[in-house]
C-alpha cells in the first residue's frame, strides 16, 4: 500500500526545523505539542517561569501560518474579555457584536490558572465546540482553531487550579523543563547574534494546508492490538492502588488521536506502540488523581503512569500492521 504520509510528514519535519530556529533544545517536546494540534486539540504547557512557552506558542503559530492571539489570564479578566460582548453603538443605536481574542487560529491562554473559575469555563464551550455563546446568540470560531495554554505548577498563591473537567478538555499537557548548559549558551548566543530580543520564524503552511494535514492524520492506521493496549494502559490506571480517580475514556482516545499524528510526524501512516507509550505521560497524567492520603508520600499521576507502562504487555509489531492486513 503506498503510504499517504510522505507529504504531510514533510511538512511536519519543515514546521518542527522553522520552530526550532527560534526555540532551542526541545525537537521531543515540541513534536509533542505539533501533535496535539495535528490531532486537532488543544494543549496545556505547565512550566515554570522563562523556559519558552510563549516563544514556542508563537512560533508554531506563525510557522503554521494561523492568527496569533495572546489572553494574559489575570483575577480580573471577565469572560466577555475573551469570548466577546454586545456593544451600543450611539451613531447606529443597535448593538454589535464585538469579537474577543478567542477568535483566531491559535491561542495562548497565558497562566490560565490565575483566573477565576467563571472565566476558565468561558473557554470551555470554545475548546470543546469551536463556538461561543453570547448574549444567547452562538457564534462559530475560525478553522482551525487551538489553544495552546500555560500555567505556573510552582506558584500558588493567588491561582485557581483548573477543574478536573477542563483539564481533561487538553489533549496533552506536558513541560520543557531546563534546557542543558550547552542548550542554555545556544539561546545567548543567538540573542547576541540576532543583536534584538525580537525573532520571527518562517512560515511553512497557512490554514487551509494545516487543515489538510490534520485530514491525513484521520486516515492514519491503528491495529487492533495497539488500540487495546492503549485501552489497557488507561485500564491500568484505574486500577492501581494509588489512585482515586483514573483516566477516563478521553484518555484512551487522546492517546490513539495523537499517536496517529505522531505517527504523521515520525514519516509513518500506522501506529507502533512506542507512539503510543512516548505520549502516555502527556496524554495521562493530568487525567488520572492521587488519593490525597498519598500526597506526602511523594506519590504522583506520573508514577502511576510509570507503573502502568511497566505492567502492561505491549503488543508485537506485526507485517500485517505495516501492510494494513
Known amino acids: 500500500m503506498t503510504s ?3 507529504d504531510a510528514s514533510a511538512v511536519a519535519a519543515r514546521v518542527l526545523d522553522a520552530v ?5 533544545g526541545k525537537r521531543e517536546s515540541l513534536e509533542l505539542v505539533l501533535a496535539g494540534i495535528l ?3 488543544h494543549v496545556l504547557l505547565e512550566d515554570l517561569p522563562g523556559l519558552g512557552k510563549t516563544l514556542a506558542a508563537r512560533s508554531l ?4 501560518g494561523l492568527p496569533f ?4 489570564f489575570t483575577p480580573d479578566l471577565l469572560p466577555a474579555d475573551l469570548i466577546g460582548a454586545e456593544v451600543f453603538d450611539q451613531r447606529t443605536s443597535e448593538f454589535s457584536f464585538r469579537p474577543g481574542p478567542v477568535f483566531t487560529g491559535l491561542l495562548l491562554a497565558d497562566e490560565i490558572n490565575r483566573t477565576p473559575p467563571k472565566t476558565q469555563s468561558a473557554l470551555l464551550e470554545a475548546m470543546q465546540e469551536h463556538q461561543v455563546t453570547v448574549e444567547g446568540t452562538t457564534r462559530p470560531l475560525p478553522r482551525p482553531f487551538h489553544v495552546l495554554a500555560t500555567a505556573n505548577p510552582v506558584e500558588h498563591e493567588g491561582t485557581y487550579p483548573l477543574p478536573e473537567a477542563q483539564l481533561d478538555r487538553f489533549l496533552l499537557r506536558l513541560s520543557f523543563g531546563y534546557p542543558s548548559a550547552e542548550e542554555e549558551w545556544d539561546v545567548l548566543g543567538r540573542r547576541l547574534a540576532r543583536g534584538t530580543e525580537d525573532q520571527r520564524v518562517e512560515q511553512v503552511i497557512d490554514a ?5 494535514v490534520q485530514a491525513v492524520v484521520e486516515s492514519v492506521h491503528v491495529s487492533d492490538d495497539v488500540g487495546r493496549y492503549a485501552v489497557s494502559l488507561v485500564g491500568a490506571t484505574r486500577a492501581h492502588p494509588h489512585a482515586l480517580v483514573g483516566a477516563s475514556p478521553r484518555g484512551s482516545l487522546a492517546l490513539v488521536v495523537c499517536a496517529r499524528a505522531l505517527a504523521v510526524i515520525r514519516g509513518r501512516d500506522y501506529v507502533i506502540p512506542e507512539d503510543v507509550k512516548d505520549l502516555a505521560h502527556a496524554a495521562l497524567d493530568h487525567r ?5 492520603e498519598l500526597w506526602l508520600q511523594e506519590i504522583t499521576s506520573a508514577s502511576i503512569i510509570d507503573a502502568a507502562l511497566e505492567g502492561t504487555a505491549v503488543p508485537a509489531a506485526h507485517a500485517r500492521d505495516v501492510a494494513h492486513g
Do not use: C, M
Open 39 to 41: 490531532a486537532g486539540g
Open 20 to 24: 526550532e530556529t527560534a526555540v532551542v
Open 208 to 212: 487551509d494546508q494545516l487543515l489538510a
Open 288 to 292: 488520572v488523581i492521587v488519593r490525597p
Open 69 to 72: 492571539t495572546r489572553a494574559q
Open 61 to 64: 503559530a506563525q510557522a503554521l
Open 4 to 6: 499517504p504520509t510522505p
